[in-house]
């Protein structure tokens, strides 16, 4: 017949004796002191190797390291743009009844930089009109040289301006600038002709100043500002009033109020105001919803 063999402690008078007890025995048998602690480290390692080949998952918890799924690039709703005979310093390509004009190129960083801008334009001015927090995240799209970048970069010592441009000379020239300046929260970022490659709601404003009227893929590139934008941030557009005769800027490179908002609706910003207190352009705000709509991907 078998017997059952049996471990067990006995708390006695602050002693501590191991009885082992056998069906056979009459009596118990005491052990050397030194045998239970002997004993007693080996059932709890034994038991915790049991314990943790049941749960394989918190033997190696230690060692599990959280990463995050790498986001799926945004990828634009194509837009049905119509063509026709180009114009001069245009492109012949047509959105929302407005034809697209030439890029101007990395060539044109004098331009950009001349000494008359801050009278024709009063770009001091019209960074004092952009509403950030000390912490925003910014992009300055179509930066180019980092005219406005620069000007940017001290109303947010806690935050970022991003230079988004789709030329790698602009990049390279805005990368360089910020080394030389010592300024230390700009960097420069080359994105493409349909997007500012910017992650989901990774930015608080952005602002363009004469660059969207030459965007060879506006519907597509506004999608992806709106992906990038938080809800409720702002879209900061400067454009050369088109309603102006003298304005002396070639009729491709101006932008009319009205059709400015209209584009922008399109793709579901917000119209919030227009200022005019530049002397030449408009300062035109735009939100983002808290709610996303369905962009428009046809004329």
């Given at each position: 017949m ?5 471990i067990f ?9 191991l ?6 025995m009459?009596?118990p ?10 004993i ?8 915790l190797?049991?314990?943790l080949n049941v749960n394989?998952a918190?033997?190696?918890s230690?060692?599990k390291?959280t990463k995050?799924k ?6 634009p709703v194509?837009f049905?743009?119509?063509?026709r005979?180009?114009?001069r ?9 407005r034809?697209i004009?030439?890029?101007?190129g990395h060539t ?13 334009e009063?770009?001091?001015?019209a960074v004092q009109?952009?509403q950030?927090?000390?912490n ?11 005219y406005?970048?620069f000007r940017?970069?001290p ?7 991003i230079g ?7 990049v390279?020239?805005l990368s360089?600038?910020?080394k ?9 970022h ?6 500012i490659?910017l992650?989901?709601?990774?930015i608080?404003a952005?602002?363009l100043v004469?660059a969207?009227h030459?965007?060879s ?9 709106f992906?990038?934008?938080r809800p409720k941030?702002?879209?900061y557009?400067?454009?050369y009033?088109a309603e102006d005769?003298?304005?002396?800027i070639?009729?491709?490179?101006k ?6 908002i ?5 793709v ?6 227009t200022?005019k207190f ?5 300062f035109?705000i735009f939100?983002?919803p808290l ?8 004329p």
């Amino acid at each position: 017949m078998a017997h059952r063999f049996y471990i067990f402690l006995e708390i006695e008078d602050c002693n501590t004796k191991l009885l082992c007890h056998d069906s056979r025995m009459a009596q118990p048998r005491k052990f050397h002191s030194l045998v239970v602690p002997l004993i007693l480290v080996v059932s709890v390692a034994v038991a915790l190797c049991v314990f943790l080949n049941v749960n394989p998952a918190l033997a190696q918890s230690d060692k599990k390291v959280t990463k995050e799924k790498p986001e799926i690039p945004f990828s634009p709703v194509a837009f049905k743009y119509t063509k026709r005979e180009p114009s001069r310093d245009g492109t012949g390509k047509i959105y929302m009844d407005r034809e697209i004009s030439l890029v101007m190129g990395h060539t044109g960083i004098r331009w950009l930089e001349r000494r008359t801008r801050e009278r024709e334009e009063n770009p001091t001015r019209a960074v004092q009109g952009l509403q950030l927090a000390p912490n925003a995240v910014i992009a300055d799209i179509g930066s180019g040289s980092g005219y406005y970048t620069f000007r940017i970069a001290p109303l947010v010592p806690k935050g970022t301006v991003i230079g988004v441009d789709i030329q790698p000379e602009m990049v390279r020239f805005l990368s360089k600038k910020s080394k030389q300046l010592g300024v230390t929260n700009v960097k420069s970022h080359l994105g493409k002709i349909d997007s500012i490659e910017l992650k989901a709601q990774s930015i608080d404003a952005v602002l363009l100043v004469d660059a969207y009227h030459e965007f060879s893929h506006p519907n597509e590139m506004m999608q992806s500002v709106f992906h990038a934008l938080r809800p409720k941030g702002r879209v900061y557009l400067l454009e050369y009033r088109a309603e102006d005769p003298k304005v002396p800027i070639k009729p491709l490179h101006k932008m009319t109020e009205a059709q400015s908002i209209k584009e922008m609706k399109a793709v579901g910003f917000k119209h919030v105001r227009t200022d005019k207190f530049l002397p030449w352009q408009h300062f035109m705000i735009f939100e983002k919803p808290l709610l996303s709509v369905k962009p428009h991907t046809s004329p």
